[in-house]
């Protein structure tokens, strides 16, 4: 995926997140890149970059790592995970070698050295079964240590994303070089948010969805489409507040119906 055909998206973070993504973008300016690599190769350091970035579903863990591809001028392989998964013993280790033999190639002929890209990595670099016995424990474990053995002489950038990171094996958060938590935004985010999507709203009601909603950027995103597609279909409701609260509690009603249930 070239990094020049992402969209622009602005995105809201805290001021902790903003920083630290604002340092990774700064590292990973090409002049930079190139420099820190050099200087780790003189010291006789690893040269490969590997990120983790981990949290809720919906803040913008993904759209990060677009964003500072196109920002940066820097192409994405993504991983595939169930294509590289495969039922014939002895195929997924070999998927997963031709996977880092073909990211080499492209560091290797690439202007710009491109990112490789694991999303929702826990599928893949999940905690290793000790003692496994079945074949398809055996072929987990064998995939993870072939990625961790790869992340030793990786030789560009990796970036992993997981909602679940207490599953991560710790042989793996070692390895990762950057850590970044994307947790939910808050209050002040989402109403900038909010207002990013859709740019009609008051402030007031703009306030009032971002007070009472506990939403993620995701989240927000959702509601704004199912919104927009309800104005083209049937024209503006003049009262958007009671509409888009309506969408909101539809939103919340997963998480509503989980809670009434027992007794």
């Not at 033999?101 to 560091?107: A, I, N, Q, T």
């Amino acid at each position: 995926m070239e990094g020049s055909q992402f969209p622009e998206k602005k995105l809201f973070f805290s001021e902790s997140i903003e920083r630290q993504v604002r340092d990774l973008a700064t590292f990973l300016q090409p002049d930079n890149f190139k420099k820190v690599q050099q200087r780790m190769r003189d010291r006789g350091f690893r040269n490969g970059f590997a990120c983790l970035f981990y949290g809720s579903p919906g803040t913008g863990k993904t759209e990060t790592v677009y964003q500072l591809a196109r920002q940066m001028g820097r192409n994405i392989m993504v991983v595939d995970v169930p294509q590289i998964k495969s039922k014939w013993v002895g195929e997924s280790e070999k998927n997963i070698k031709a996977l880092f033999d073909r990211y080499r190639e492209l560091v290797k002929t690439a202007k710009q050295t491109p990112i490789l890209l694991f999303n929702e990595a826990d599928a893949i670099i999940g905690i290793r079964k000790n003692g496994a016995q079945s074949a398809v424990d055996k072929m987990e474990n064998s995939i993870q240590n072939i990625i961790l053995q790869e992340m030793e002489s990786l030789d560009g950038i990796m970036i992993a994303t997981t909602n679940l990171q207490q599953n991560l094996d710790r042989a793996f958060e070692r390895r990762f070089l950057y850590k970044i938590k994307f947790e939910k935004p808050t209050v002040e985010a989402r109403a900038h948010i909010w207002h990013e999507m859709i740019p009609d709203l008051s402030c007031q009601v703009v306030q009032t969805l971002a007070d009472k909603y506990d939403f993620s950027g995701g989240q927000i995103e959702n509601i704004a489409r199912h919104y927009n597609i309800d104005c083209i279909l049937h024209g503006t409701d003049s009262n958007a507040i009671d509409a888009l609260i309506a969408h909101c509690d539809n939103e919340c009603l997963e998480n509503a119906e989980q809670k009434r249930i027992g007794f």
